[in-house]
C-alpha cells in the first residue's frame, strides 16, 4: 500500500508543479481556471508569475520530501525531520482542500464560477488526497 500512496501523492504532486512553473513562464493552457474568481468575473487572486513559480517550487519541494522520506532519493536530513515535513505539509494540504474560505475549497461558499467548478471536482479533492495521503505515510512509518 505505501508504493502506491508514494506513486499517488509523487504523481499529484509532479503535475501540479508542472502546471504551475508552465504557468510562470507564459503557459496558457488551463491557465483560465487556475485562479478563484468573484461572482461577477472579475479575479479574487492577483494573477503573477513570481506566485505560480513560488507555488511549483514549493510543490516540488513536496515531493523531494516525499521520495526522501520513503528512501527513493537520498536528501542530506534526518529521517525524523522529514517526517515533521510531511506533518506539516500533510497539514496544509488537507486545511487547503477542507478550507472555508469563500472561493476555494469543498466548503467554499462562492460556486457558481469556472474556478469553482473544476476546484471541486479536481483541486480541493486532489490537496484532500496529497494531504491524507501524506498522513498515512506519516503514521504509518516504522523507521
Known sequence: METAVVTACSAVLLLGAGFHVYWAFGGRIGAGVSLPRREDGSPAVKETAVGALAVGLALGLVLLLLLGFAGLIRLPLPHWLLKMALILWATIFTLRALSWSRYFGLFKRVRNTRFARYDSLLYSPSC????????????????
Not at 128 to 143: I, K, Y
Open 128 to 143: 484532500l488526497l496529497l494531504g491524507l495521503g501524506l498522513f498515512l505515510l506519516v503514521l504509518t512509518d516504522t523507521a
